[in-house]
């Protein structure tokens, strides 16, 4: 999953984290609700980075 995650960040979809779940945002307007422990996954192994307004960005 963390490939798919990767693939539409570079595609521009925009990834928001609360505090139970995360939310990818797709350029089109749809949303995909995914567990914010998958975030956590991804910064650990350093392919995110959080940034001050609660979206994340690719590494």
């Known amino acids: 999953m963390a490939s798919v995650i990767e693939q539409q960040l570079k595609l521009g979809a ?7 779940r995360a ?3 797709m350029p ?4 995909f609700v995914i567990p914010s422990a998958w975030v ?3 910064v650990e192994e350093r392919k995110l980075v959080a940034e001050s307004d609660g979206f994340y ?3």
Request: hydrophobic share 30%.
């Open 57 to 59: 960005r690719l590494a």
């Open 28 to 31: 089109d307007g749809g949303k």
């Open 23 to 25: 939310e990818l945002r």
């Open 14 to 20: 925009k990834l928001h984290r609360e505090s139970d």
């Open 40 to 42: 956590d996954a991804l």
